[in-house]
């Protein structure tokens, strides 16, 4: 029995039933001496339950009183394996109750006066009973990516490890001005510094027609450029392979007769005219005078090969590289060699100067620049980098010790310096080192070299971010690309990388790939998933693993724009250009810039430009000043010029 005191009498009729003495009775016969009228309205259903408990203290599995905190925690699965017959009674009555709550309907009742409110009121509230089951799965749930964010926090960590400070781009700043200067005054420095011989730079009303040729590597491009004088030009080009056997050749004769070859083949088809009418002169000459300068095709060689060179239209060959091998050629001048073949085939052409594809970059952006300004640098940020300046000539003191140099034109004052600057800190005094850096050095063919340019140009900057996302994936503690199951992957997929996949590849990521990624604003990084698929040969990658991609491409991108400021900005600064305090156009430094990196990296500029800022000596309206386009085509265009600028300057 119940007690009973202060209840009404519906809740005296509930206290009076002894429950004790039903347990071994089935549910239906206690629900027989229930009142009829019970409603949840009344209150009775919560007194019978805050009276109840008696009935289950042959249970220790849960007490039946919750409070709203402990509500929270009781989803903790139970280890416990049984119930009582008491729970199993206890459940029944409240199946029970819940189906008379359902069906009964409520009684119209009187309002109840203030004074039953307050009793109300003061009794205390009590949550509905949860009772503590055991896990129906015989393994730990599938953990969404969300919880697992060891993925981008490890990929965070790792991209921190290409961050370029502000104190760390300073420090770049003045080194490079310091192995400049070493580089002007002595040859064996870090940076070569080699002097072109080119004194003058074009202002755009050059006008006349002019050849360009360039071997860079497997094909060879035959190019004439008509100059208008109003900074814009007419070109017409021909491009073929070179010959495999021509490659490792015997002599350097047969490839350069070749080459020689295909500028008479050029000509006719381009132009006929000229060149007929040459033939027709050079059968009717009686005399020995030779052919007048306006007659002949000034020519400019673009030939991108390490040479000595040692005047405007002279340099020896050092080596070969990009597949070529012919002993003969080594240590011989390659203008006079593709001179012999041109003068053999009698065609009305000179070779007029040995460009540099930095210095031919310079040379376009300074005669389609807008404005009085001539460009001060030629960058080159594609699948190599490298730069060219316009020097003060009385800088350049090792010119006065080098005896084989050729003459030039000492009026300007000036010379365009071919820096060489992709080998700029190889003792790694100043520049970033990461192990992906590290690991990259190593498995090129000259470790220890080239180390600028192996952290700033296209072709490493693919495989930096390769050998990055290979530790991540590598590491146990890192999800990159690991799935337990289809549930952790929004895409419902199970993530898997092919066991041939780029990633395992070395070399096996172009850095086109980081120009993709670091564009994407799709919706989930679709694009970067498709390219990882495209790429990696990973199958079903998440968006977390996208993001986490993306956050390493930005910074390696990022790195190598930091890195290029250094360069330009040394230049800036150390050939006196005042732009933080100058004013109006003549104060403004026009940088000519080509490649890829450059045209197609999203935001490059603006990094470069974001570093410059954060040079004291160049600051926030110096970079105003500083004026950097595009400059196309100058092995082509560049070339014409230089041999335009060699022609005027009357070089033998």
Known sequence: MLPVKGSTPQQKQLASVDYSAQLGQRPESLLQQLPRDLSPQTGELAFLRSHISPIFETSSSVPFVYSPADFKTSSKPSRRSTCTTAQLLSFAVLLVLFVLQLLTPPPILPRRSSEEHSIYRDLPQRSPPVCKNLSIFSEPLPVSRAYKMSVLEESKRVAAEFEYSSEDLNKGVKAFITQMDEGLQQKGTSMSQIPTYVTAVPNGTEKGLYLAVDLGGTNFRVCSIQLHGNTTFSLTQSKVAIPRELMVAKTSHELFSFLAKQIENFLRTHHNDHFEAHIKRRKTMSSGEGLRNEEIFQLGLTFSFPVNQIGINRGTLARWTKGFDIDDAIGQDVCELLQKEIDALHLPVKVAALVNDAVGTLMARSYTSPGKTGALIGAIFGTGTNGAYVEKLEKVTKLKSRVESADYDKSTGSMIMNTEWGSFDNQMSVLPNTPYDEALDKATPNPGIQMFEKRVSGMFLGE???????????????????????????????????????????????????????????????????????????????????????????????????????????????????????????????????????????????????????????????????????????????AALIALVAAHSGSD
């Open 464 to 638: 930096i971010l390769r050998n990055a996302i290979l530790a991540l994936v590598k590491d146990p503690r890192c999800q990159l690309f690991k799935d337990g199951n289809s549930s952790a992957n929004d895409l419902h997929s199970t993530t898997t990388i092919a066991k041939d996949s780029a990633l395992y590849k070395p070399w096996g990521v172009d850095t086109s790939f980081l120009s993709i990624v670091a564009a994407d604003a799709s919706p989930g990084l679709e694009i970067t998933r498709q390219e990882l698929s495209k790429v990696f040969d990973v199958d079903a990658a998440s968006t977390e693993d996208a993001e986490a991609i993306k956050l390493l491409a930005n910074a390696i991108g990022k790195r190598s724009a930091r890195l290029s400021a250094v360069a330009l900005g040394a230049i800036v600064i150390s050939t006196d250009n005042h732009v933080s305090t100058g004013g109006g156009d003549d104060d403004l430094v026009d940088i000519g810039v080509d490649g890829s990196l450059v045209e197609y990296y999203p935001g490059f500029e603006d990094y470069v430009r974001e570093a410059f800022r954060e040079m004291p000596e160049i600051g926030l309206q110096g970079e105003k000043r500083i004026r950097i386009g595009i400059a196309k085509d100058g092995s082509g265009v560049g």
